[in-house]
């Protein structure tokens, strides 16, 4: 009998650990979009900026194309209301003042959306040159927006 | 009767004017970032090879360059303090904001050779240690570099304070190396000899050092020192069956 109720126990602390709630889901996934969103970015960096000699053009459509397609998923809804308190795979950095200025979030949401769609346009052209220049304008976006809502660390 | 003393030997002056242009370009392309944080990364690597080199030179320099000159001990910060400390080169408040500037500046360097600003870049040595410790670093090297402006502010008080309230010239001796003093003020006039052999060495070990670090030749060294690639766990072989 009191074997039968640990096992309850034990089980619904278990399921409690795992089963997170919506805040540390949005902030979950932002994360590992961002992250996804930044490895693409470092390898188009790589072949573009660092070392031209090695740009493979496929590459880097494949990249921006990924790049692209995440920053155009949606991923405002990931910034729900009490996202700037909780843990994800880590503490969200995100600031309370990004609910404080919703016009500067969207003109820097907007921005980066747009450059980040520019940017895979670019790189059909297949010339390091134009593809730079829009690397470094999508770049200034992701600035703008951190340097506003992230707190440091 | 004034006489002209040699006190700063050029390769001094060269490295403190040149960390005067490269920290400026520093800060600036630091607090701006974006598109200068590669920059930012190049003009560090250069903070290194200076201060690497003033760090040898401290000890191969001429008489008051060297470290034992002016080394803030506690006999000499007391005379100090008591008004009869004498000499040519750094008193002992000077010494200890020489050593405050280069620690300061070290510290920046090693940090953010571990930094990364979130975006696209990342320093030599950020393939070393998971983002998290990075970001951390990188926390702290953006929050040292207002400890350093505040540093560099106060170094630029002071010899204002010499000129304006001691009536003493600093900035013309950092510029020419040379200072005026009575020829009977009883300072042991002492500059020593440039041995052009120590500089060659400390010069070719300073940009040696930047440049490897620079080009990933120490983390790659350290990478297979350590074998970071290495299983988490170990394997253990099973053993033999017994039939």
């Known amino acids: 009998m009191t074997r039968k109720w640990g096992l309850v126990v034990v089980t619904s602390l278990i399921s409690l650990a795992v089963q997170a709630g919506p805040i540390e889901d949005q902030i979950r996934y932002r994360q590992s979009a961002y992250s996804f969103i930044g490895w693409n970015f470092g390898k188009i960096k790589n072949q573009v900026v660092d070392h031209p000699e090695t740009y493979n053009k496929d590459q880097v459509v494949a990249a921006a194309n990924a790049l692209a397609a995440t920053a155009n998923s949606g991923l405002g809804a990931l910034f729900g209301p009490g996202t700037d308190k909780g843990t994800g795979w880590k503490p969200t950095r995100l600031k309370a003042e990004f609910f404080q200025q919703p016009e500067d979030v969207r003109t820097a949401g907007v921005a980066f959306i747009t450059e980040a769609t520019a940017l895979a346009r670019a790189a059909e052209s297949g010339n390091p040159e134009i593809i730079k220049a829009q690397f470094n304008k999508t770049s200034e976006t992701c600035k703008g927006c951190h340097d506003k809502f992230r707190a440091k660390e | ?243």
């Open chain 2, 1 to 243: 009767m004034l006489q002209k003393v040699k006190v700063w030997d050029w390769p001094l002056r060269l490295f403190h004017w040149g960390l005067v242009l490269v920290v400026t370009a520093a800060v600036v392309t630091g607090k701006m970032g974006g598109p200068l944080a590669d920059w930012h990364g190049r003009l560090g690597i250069v903070v290194l090879g200076l201060v690497v080199f003033r760090l040898l030179w401290g000890f191969v320099g001429t008489t008051h360059s060297r470290f034992a000159d002016f080394f803030p001990t506690p006999a000499r910060l007391l005379a100090y303090g008591r008004g009869v400390w004498q000499g040519l080169g750094h008193n002992p408040l000077g010494g200890l904001s020489v050593l405050a500037l280069l620690g300061l500046l070290l510290l920046q360097v090693v940090s953010g050779l571990f930094a990364n600003d979130d975006i696209a870049f990342e320093g030599p040595w950020a393939v070393l240690v998971d983002k998290s410790l990075s970001d951390r670093l990188t926390a702290w090297h953006g929050r040292l570099s207002w400890g350093l402006l505040g540093l560099i502010g106060l170094h630029i008080a002071a010899v204002g304070f010499y000129a304006r309230f001691k009536k003493i010239n600093l900035l013309l001796p950092m510029m020419t190396g040379y200072k005026r003093i009575a020829a009977d003020d009883g300072i042991p006039i002492s500059s020593g000899r440039l041995e052009p052999g120590w500089l060659l060495v400390s010069t070719v070990m300073a940009a040696g050092l930047a440049l490897s670090v620079a080009n990933g030749v120490l983390p790659d060294r350290f990478i297979r020192l350590l074998d970071i690639t290495a299983p988490a766990v170990d394997i253990e072989e099973p053993e033999p069956a017994v039939l």
